[in-house]
């Protein structure tokens, strides 16, 4: 192929990626937990800034039919299936309002995640996992644990998705839903850290947890994304050692060489404030990052969008999301118009 014939080759290719793009890309999608109770809440935009809330803001689904734990589900997470087919979600069952009824021993514990599957954002199936049941409930029970005795985990917290191409199955198959989360077993570890299992391509299997990194600290709230503008991995992280705050980290490699936070280069503008729940998009057309997170300390709480480089690093410019009544932990999905078109008859 001559050099003229692949340029304009390249171009062509480019041209229909672009225009493919501006088909498909038209809105967003806010998928998160209300801050007035133990459920899944959207809300849609066009600009990433200004919502318009599904169904009021009520669930979009029932908690107590999909989290059979608790009854409750926080930290909504949702993405694309990786085939683009249908969508998929996690989130952490529990339900922090029931403590004294479900005889838990603090507010803030709980013991397994739900992972979720639809066609069409509205009808879900689910399977739950209780981590207290140990290495029963994994597809390779076999393999080494990471606990000696899982009746004792007292938290399995926000969950999160990254589709691994790369991943091999014990039958050779290839590519898998890396499920990132940070756990803690007070009876055998001082303080949560990020572990990982990988789902089937069904959704409905998982593998046992393997440690991510362990920092010496408490870690939370993991948001992962793959940069083309430098090739690498790019995490957001709650850290609650040394000096708290949204940091990010970043590898080459998504399961491990996970430096430690860049120290310089963080959520500060905030001041004392107390931040978490952070998670990235990036706007239609643009190759710079939005960065939400909650700032839960503040009463009432706020709800933040700031913006990032190319590189996810710079944070500044912080303003408060519109039109959600009650934001918390979440995450963001690009919708293509009909979709748009379809949660917007029920935005009231």
């Known amino acids: 192929m001559t050099h003229k014939i692949l340029l304009t080759a390249v171009a062509s290719l480019l041209f229909a990626v672009q225009t493919e793009a501006k088909t498909k890309d038209y809105g967003y999608l806010y998928c998160h937990m209300s801050d007035r109770g133990q ?39 949702i993405c694309r299936a990786a085939d683009g087919k ?3 979600m996690v989130t952490t069952d529990m339900n922090n309002a029931m403590t004294k009824a479900l005889g838990k021993q603090n507010d803030w514990d709980n013991y397994g995640i ?15 996992f ?35 191409a790369d991943y091999v199955w014990p039958d050779g198959s290839r590519g898998g839903y890396m499920i990132y ?73 998504l399961t491990s060489g996970w430096g430690e936070p860049v120290e310089d280069d963080y959520v500060s503008f905030e001041g004392k404030k107390k931040c978490e729940g952070s998670s990235a998009f990036q706007l239609i057309g643009d190759s710079t990052w939005r960065v939400v997170y909650i700032q839960y300390s503040d009463r009432p709480k706020h709800y933040r969008i700031c913006e990032a480089d190319a590189h996810l690093r710079n944070f500044r410019n912080p303003v408060d999301i519109q039109g959600v009544a009650a934001p918390q932990h979440g995450s963001f999905m690009r919708l293509t118009k009909r979709e748009y078109k379809r949660l917007k008859k029920l935005v009231r």
Not at 61 to 72: L, N, S, V
Not at 114 to 128: A, E, G, I, K, P
Not at 216 to 224: E, H, K, L, N, P
């Open 181 to 253: 989360y940070s756990m803690w077993n007070r009876a055998e570890e001082q303080y949560d850290r990020m572990y990982y299992s990988y789902a089937d391509r069904s959704f409905t299997r998982l593998t046992q947890p393997r440690l991510l990194f362990d920092w010496g600290y408490a870690t939370i709230d993991a948001d992962i994304n793959y940069l083309p503008s430098d090739g690498l991995y790019h995490m957001l992280i709650k850290k609650e050692g040394g000096k708290p705050g949204i940091y990010t980290a970043t590898s080459r490699h």
């Open 114 to 128: 739900d992972l979720l599957r639809s066609d069409d954002l509205l009808h879900w199936t689910s399977v739950t």
């Open 130 to 164: 209780d981590y207290r049941r140990g290495t029963s409930i994994f597809s390779d029970p076999e393999s080494p644990s990471v606990y000696r005795d899982w009746s004792t985990i007292n938290r399995v917290w926000a969950p999160q998705i990254f589709w691994d």
């Open 39 to 77: 459920w899944t809440a959207y809300a849609i935009s066009r600009d990433g800034y200004h919502y318009e809330e599904v169904l009021g803001g009520e669930p979009v689904m029932d908690p107590k039919e999909h989290a059979r734990i608790e009854g409750g589900q926080r930290d909504a997470y």
């Open 86 to 88: 249908g969508y998929l």
